[in-house]
């Protein structure tokens, strides 16, 4: 859905999502997902008969894929990429995207693992396999870069490490400085 969701299951995934980033999962209110999409109410029960954990399963299902898209447009307008590069790339989505909404909204996947992957195993689960289905691209890129698989499997765990957690100081200093601190300290690491 990089163009934005089109149908009303498509939408309610997609605010799904964005209730994750703001709340996590115990607070994304179903009400407010099917509001927000313009949904007519009966949606829910209609393309989610496994309910909220459904849904919240499929809307990280949904980010994974999004944040895996964007790792392969980074790559396609790199003129030159480098792991330092493609990490400065998903620093910037970040910062123009925590800048550009006041830092109201985190990552998906981290919301959705501090709210209650403790609790609930298929949230928990959903949340692995986003994390792996956008750490698999990079890994593969810097592949492409010339890193061995092993290496590229550590940088691209260390990226995402680094970067969830800049995303979280950046929110609760409402500052972007963490973000620019990880890309800068972590570039030699990576073009090692």
């Known amino acids: 859905m990089p163009n934005g969701p089109v149908g009303h299951r498509d939408r309610i995934v997609y605010e799904t999502a964005q209730q994750l980033r703001r709340a996590g999962v115990t607070a994304t209110g179903l009400r407010q997902v099917v509001a927000e999409a313009g949904a007519p109410r009966g949606s829910l029960q209609h393309y989610f008969p496994g309910g909220k954990d459904q849904l919240v399963t499929e809307a990280l299902q949904w980010s994974g894929s999004w944040a895996a898209d964007r790792i392969g447009r980074h790559l396609a307008g790199m003129r030159r990429p ?17 800048r550009g909404r006041d830092f109201e909204r985190g990552c998906p996947v981290a919301g959705a693992v501090v709210d209650c992957a403790d609790t609930n195993a298929a949230v928990r689960q959903a949340a692995s396999a986003a994390l792996e289905t956008w750490r698999r691209p990079i890994t593969d890129a810097l592949v492409t870069m010339g890193r061995t698989r092993r290496r590229a499997e550590t ?10 957690g800049a995303i979280l100081l950046a929110r609760a200093q ?14 030699p690491v990576l073009d090692a």
């Open 155 to 164: 940088l691209s765990t260390l990226m995402l490490c680094a970067l969830e």
């Open 82 to 98: 480098s792991p330092s590069r493609l990490f400065t790339a998903m620093v910037d989505d970040w910062d123009a995207d925590l």
């Open 174 to 187: 409402r500052d972007t400085a963490p973000l620019r601190l990880v890309a800068r300290e972590l570039a």
